[in-house]
């Protein structure tokens, strides 16, 4: 079998054999394909795109470039979730450990922020002392002992997709649903996980910003997981302004703690839910939705999510006081309050440029070898759609009215980071209709 | 500029503008820019295309990796003819004597052959003592002295190309009217000429292979030259058969003597005659195409073509003794006759196969590296098409008739030869329709 052979058969738009596939990752795995041999074949796959049974096949073949880890020892149906990616997208904080306080082991790997959108592993670091690199014998005796684990890749998951991604990223082949479906599904399949909910965010701070798009690629998800025995399903959510009211690392751990207290934001109490029940019932710890919801309600109420997170921190090696006590936490030393420019309802906070202007404070990374700073970020203070009630008017504002608070260390970055959030506010006379936060579900 | 941002924007159906362009071949040229963003470039260039002032622009950011020729000392309006590659296609032979011999100085660099198309280099080189590699230096003084030199690419043409070309070749981007019309036209424009005259073949034995292909290659070259000051037309020519009789290095040298002596097959002396014609019509050295196809055939029969060749032989150390001795010339030891498998018309002797049959003779070269035999080739004993005439029956040929004479040195190499061969051969009931050998123009 030659190289050029298969980029030819994608070029003219064929369709590829499992051959072909398994030839291109593992030679992309073990060095022997030229990268410049990939990157053509990267390309023509973007343009020419790639069936379902490819793309399966794809997925299968990354998968198989590592190890497939073996959960079977540890009781119960294992479920992960997994979102592509938001501002303000810290759900995984909150769903984990409501779903191990409702019996669902969760062996949840994460990835770091990159871009404009947050990582969960960033945000777990924010907590003094906890550490997110176990091993493989770690995360089972976490499994075991507190329900949940959550921890990055270790190195035997899927390692064609760490050298194929890092290629993507400078050659121009990032966008592809089915590259991005099975470097997404690889990780979690070889994960050894039974069920899969996946968050698929659609708009303009999502990865895609159509909700047609979206749509593909939780179709393309969900087929390659079930296609594999993982049981997935995909819920489909808005991601025009951020989730919640906290961008940055510190500022979204206290942000998840209010809601395993049962306060917080409604939009993110709301996903967080949804994506908790799914978890539930796909791992049989719920007889349907509804029972599903006043589980995870009941959790939430009776402090159990919240006595397991404290459980995870401790045993992943962290402060669990923070849980109690912000000032725990690190804080960014300064604030500066971006203002509404106009009297009207504000009708945009576009979630892309608040997660830009957060990255710009020091938040998130440009480039995956940049340090982040945990404390800095943003609170949203007024979000579109914000209903109001007494003595609240909600999203209609007045001039100079704060909208945004930026948390900051360095004047110079705060410098950097303003623009983009100036940018990230409209204001308009007209009040614009509600948009349903849950957008669609895919199983 | 990033080159990434430059590969998405292709990617994404942009047009590169002169800076991009520019970037991207100095990077290839100075090894600054990684081969895998390169390959997944041109991947993008041949599945989204280029525009016609895109691929001028990067014909010109070739042309400015190395250096334009200076020929502006050398008197009179130089004239180069370029063919985009055939089996048997050896009319530089010709056309370069005539054309001098008609006063109009040929400056030729050539190439050599690959895949199933020979090279004029290789023919050259099958003369004893032929050398093709003469310096610009050298150049200039062969064209001062005899009007013409037939030589190879120097190194400091089109570098870019160079280095473009090999990574084409392994990553399934050859396929690409800008980026075949930009790797001809920037080497041909820094060879310093006034004008070009182009054969682009079109056929089964062509690398275009429909006549709309071809048309859109010659309009794109005549386009570039043009618009680069260098006066360009183009044949379209038929390239389904072998042209003429011979195929390989020395035997097609003798056929090339034999149209310069006033002899050989017609298609060959059409084909040569025509570009010739426009060569002098370019050089103005002919008042117009009748003229000009005047003073050419009165060349041939004046025997002042065949004198030059055996000038310029002698000028580039070859034994000019060949013209008139063909022993002198290196001869295969062994024939094999191919012959009809059925009575009936020869409909077809597929160009390709013929080729590649060459080639596995040891006449051409698969890779780069490898060396060619210049004494073995085929002879081509009835072509589809032949009018035949009292005593010979044309392409109406008995089951058993030869058709193909090998000349081999080697059985192994026969033994790969006459599948080939064999397959290039059908044989019908129905006489098909003649088929013009010149197809069309475009200037």
Redesign the interface.
């Known amino acids: 079998m030659r190289?050029?052979d298969i980029?030819?058969k994608k070029?003219d738009g064929g369709t590829l054999t499992l051959d072909e596939v398994r030839f291109f990752v593992a030679g992309v795995t073990d060095g022997t394909l030229?990268?410049?041999?990939?990157?053509?074949l990267?390309?023509?796959i973007?343009?020419?795109g790639m069936t379902a049974e490819e793309t399966a096949r794809l997925t299968d073949a990354m998968v198989h470039s590592g190890e497939r880890v073996d959960l079977a020892d540890i009781p119960g149906v294992k479920i992960d979730k997994h979102s592509t990616g938001g501002v303000g997208d810290k759900t995984s904080l909150i769903l984990a450990p409501l779903a191990a306080a409702c019996g669902v082991p969760v062996p949840m790997m994460s990835g770091r922020g990159l871009g404009h959108t947050g990582g969960t592993l960033d945000k777990l670091e924010a907590i003094p002392g906890f550490r997110v690199d176990l091993s493989l014998t770690e995360m089972k005796a976490a499994l075991a002992r507190v329900g949940c684990a959550m921890i990055g890749q270790t190195a035997q998951i899927a390692p064609a997709d760490k050298k194929l991604y890092a290629?993507r990223?400078?050659?121009?082949?990032v966008e592809s649903i089915p590259l991005i479906s099975a470097s997404i599904m690889s990780k979690k399949i070889a994960e050894g996980i039974d069920g899969l909910v996946l968050d698929v965010k659609t708009g303009s701070g999502a990865f895609m910003k159509t909700e047609a798009d979206s749509r593909r690629l939780a179709e393309s998800l969900v087929s390659i997981g079930n296609a594999s025995g993982v049981r997935t399903e995909a819920v489909i959510s808005a991601m025009d302004s951020p989730l919640g009211r906290a961008v940055g690392n510190a500022l979204e751990v206290i942000e998840c703690l209010e809601v395993l207290k049962g306060g917080g934001p409604s939009d993110l109490i709301e996903v967080s839910v949804e994506l908790t029940s799914r978890m539930l019932v796909l791992g049989r710890a719920a007889a349907d939705r509804v029972d599903a919801q006043q589980r995870v309600r009941g959790a939430i109420a009776s402090g159990a999510g919240l006595e397991r997170f404290r459980q995870i921190v401790q045993h992943q090696g962290g402060d669990p006081h923070v849980v109690d006590d912000y000032r725990r936490l690190p804080a960014a030393p300064e604030r500066y309050l971006v203002t509404a420019p106009a009297t009207g309802y504000l009708t945009r906070l576009d979630a892309e440029l608040v997660g830009r202007a957060s990255v710009a404070l020091g938040a998130g990374r440009d480039r995956v070898e940049d340090a982040v700073d945990p404390a800095v970020g943003i609170v949203v203070i007024v979000k579109p759609g914000d209903p109001g009630d007494p003595g609240d008017p909600g999203d209609y504002v007045q001039a100079g009215d704060p909208i945004l608070e930026l948390h900051y260390r360095d004047r110079a970055r705060l410098d950097r980071a303003l623009p983009l959030a100036t940018r990230s506010i409209a204001v308009s006379d007209a009040r614009p209709a509600p948009r349903p936060l849950l957008v669609g579900e895919v199983h």
């Open positions: 190289a050029v980029i030819l070029r030229p990268d410049y041999q990939a990157s053509a990267l390309m023509a973007v343009l020419r290629l990223d400078v050659t121009g082949t």
